[in-house]
């Protein structure tokens, strides 16, 4: 009897280890896979231009999975090698911290059951994490910087002015370093607590979004319930985070929010990751005419690479969203805003960002407006943007 327990007992703790060791694995596998495609065809004028571009992307999720980025898999969407065979310079790594069960891009209950959470508990992440939004974004953070004290060759974290120069001067000598930047994806990141924007800023923490799919203590999301516009306590947040030089990423955000948040400063806006709706009518996008209000505001609107953003995924689609935002904003507003590893299936990884290039080429593009958008007005948004040490 004894025996039969033991061997039990055993059997048991060695299904939790197998859980445990692929679960995180086989998960990812399912929520951030790639369309299957045959290896798109690249001109040769294509590949010389992309090789001369510095490449930078506001937003990629890949700091919520169990991958180390200093190796290359063979899924997700975003790794160092992977990034160095697309020719990626500057990532924005957003933090992912709460995300509601059923999501949609319709109507999401803020009281609705967290997927997020188990998520962490199966990652084996530490217990402050579980209950705690801002010890998410703040594990995050530190799995970047942990990378970069690793692999401090190939990958730095960006914080300042004085950081992203050092970076263009380091990346002149050595192409395949890459620079990575700290965001938050919803300021329920903040506990509803304004002190954890300095804790999050001491922390590496440069962009904070206001909103993901759900009304928070700040405010209205565009996927949520309400409707409504900035809160009391989200005046107060933004506040605040334009008083530390942090960049306010609207995406997901209600369109009361967004426009409250135009009012309030006449600070630059990003939308870190979306499409125009007047291209893909998808209740993801808000409406063109405030797009225009926000770029002429300074702002950076960077196309997403997902069918939910763009009505497709190929790179041809994502050349024609960015051609559309080119003609409704001008080139000098419109970024790449990928959203690689944030649960989302798109038609190539970042290995192969050079099909951009070459749909872009294709679609009548310039090469001066080409440089812009895949990094050009990052770089210059970041020295305007970043606080200066
Ligand atoms: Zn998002």
Redesign the pocket.
């Known amino acids: 009897m004894k025996k039969i327990v033991l061997t039990l007992l055993v059997l048991f703790v060695a299904l939790v280890l197998v859980a445990l060791g692929l679960g995180p694995a086989y998960l990812e596998k399912t929520m951030n896979s790639v369309s299957p495609h045959s290896p798109y065809s690249v001109s040769e004028r294509a590949k010389t231009l992309h090789a001369s571009l510095l490449i930078g992307d506001w937003h990629a999720d890949s700091a919520l999975w169990d991958r180390d980025l200093s190796k290359e898999y063979d899924y997700g969407h975003a790794d160092i090698p992977r990034m160095q065979q697309g020719n990626m310079a500057l990532q924005m790594f957003t933090t992912v911290t709460k995300s509601p069960a059923g999501q949609n891009y319709d109507s999401n209950k803020t009281s609705a059951r967290d997927n997020i959470t188990s998520l962490v508990v199966i990652q084996g992440w530490p217990i402050k994490t579980w209950n705690s939004l801002t010890e998410r974004a703040l594990f995050q953070a530190e799995k970047i910087h942990n990378l970069a004290r690793r692999d401090g060759e190939n990958f730095m974290v960006i914080q300042s002015q004085t950081d992203l120069a050092i970076f263009l001067e380091r990346r002149a000598l050595n192409p395949s370093l890459i620079g990575g930047l700290l965001g938050t994806?919803g300021s329920h990141a903040l506990d509803g607590n304004v002190d954890n924007i300095q804790r999050l800023y001491d922390s590496g923490f440069r962009m904070m979004s206001l909103q993901?799919f759900f009304d928070n203590k700040l405010g209205g999301s565009l996927h949520g319930l309400s409707g409504l516009g900035l809160t009391e306590f989200g005046r107060q947040a933004v506040t605040q985070m334009l008083a530390l030089d942090i960049m306010i990423d609207v995406?997901?955000s209600s369109e009361s929010v967004v426009r409250d948040t135009l009012g309030l400063s006449d600070q630059p806006l990003l939308v870190s990751?979306t499409g125009f709706q007047g291209h893909c009518d998808s209740p993801r996008n808000i409406s063109d005419l405030l797009m225009q209000k926000i770029a002429e505001q300074g702002g950076l609107i960077a196309v997403g690479f997902w069918d939910g953003a763009i009505c497709d995924n190929t790179p041809k689609s994502v050349a024609a969203a960015i051609n559309y935002g080119i003609q409704l904003v001008g080139a000098d507003h419109v970024a790449l805003g990928s959203?690689f590893d944030?649960s989302i299936t798109p038609g190539f990884d970042t290995s192969e960002l050079v099909a951009i290039t070459h749909e872009l080429l294709e679609s009548g593009a310039t090469e001066s407006q080409i440089r812009q958008v895949m990094g050009g007005n990052m770089v210059l948004f970041l020295q305007n943007n970043l606080p200066k040490h």
């Open positions: 994806e993901h995406s997901h990751h959203d944030g």
